[in-house]
């Protein structure tokens, strides 16, 4: 069994998601937000940080994944968005645990069957495929479609090393 943390990263709200996964069977264990706050953006990043770490410390995760990072026009934005994303992968890298990069294309097409999918069809689909599982918000959902897309590609992964 192996158990896999998504990460939406985000510097106002991050989103979480731990699954099991025992062969093509997965299983939702938790979900949630974490919310920065407010202050400087070194507060702010510090508070992702210590309550990723928490929930890390928590679930204890062996796999982590996390959504890649777009550019848009707003590139203070885009920097900001960028730094919380590196304290989303430090955790786990403080845990000597490698981080899976995924595009939102590519999970909304391995989660939805949709490259452009939209957020409810998202919510939509995680609900179906992990039953019970009841997201905390968008970016709950979002997460937990993350852990489910690296769930889907270690499977792949065990697949080829039997071969």
């Known amino acids: 069994?192996?158990?896999?943390l998504g990460i939406d990263p985000g510097l106002r709200?991050?989103?979480?998601?731990?699954?099991?996964?025992?062969?093509?069977?997965?299983?939702?264990?938790?979900?949630?937000?974490?919310?920065?706050?407010?202050?400087?953006?070194?507060?702010?990043?510090?508070?992702?940080h210590m309550q990723l770490t928490a929930i890390f410390a928590e679930f204890r995760p062996d796999e982590a994944a996390i959504e890649k990072t777009f550019v848009n026009r707003d590139?203070?934005?885009t920097l900001k968005l960028g730094q919380a994303r590196g304290v989303a992968i430090l955790v786990p890298a403080q845990a000597g645990i490698e981080v899976g990069e995924y595009s939102p294309n590519s999970v909304k097409k391995c989660v939805v069957g949709v490259g452009h999918a939209d957020k409810r069809q998202v919510d939509h689909m995680v609900r179906m495929q992990l039953p019970g599982a009841e997201p905390a918000g968008p970016d709950a959902a979002d997460a937990l479609a993350i852990a489910m897309c690296h769930a889907f590609h270690l499977q792949g992964l065990r697949a080829r090393a039997r071969a």
Do not use: P
């Not at 989103?15 to 939702?28: A, D, F, N, P, T």
């Open 13 to 48: 709200c991050l989103g979480w998601g731990v699954i099991e996964q025992e062969g093509s069977r997965l299983r939702h264990v938790a979900n949630g937000q974490i919310l920065s706050g407010v202050g400087t953006l070194a507060a702010r990043l510090s508070s992702l």
């Open 75 to 77: 590139g203070a934005g």
């Open 1 to 4: 069994m192996t158990r896999v």
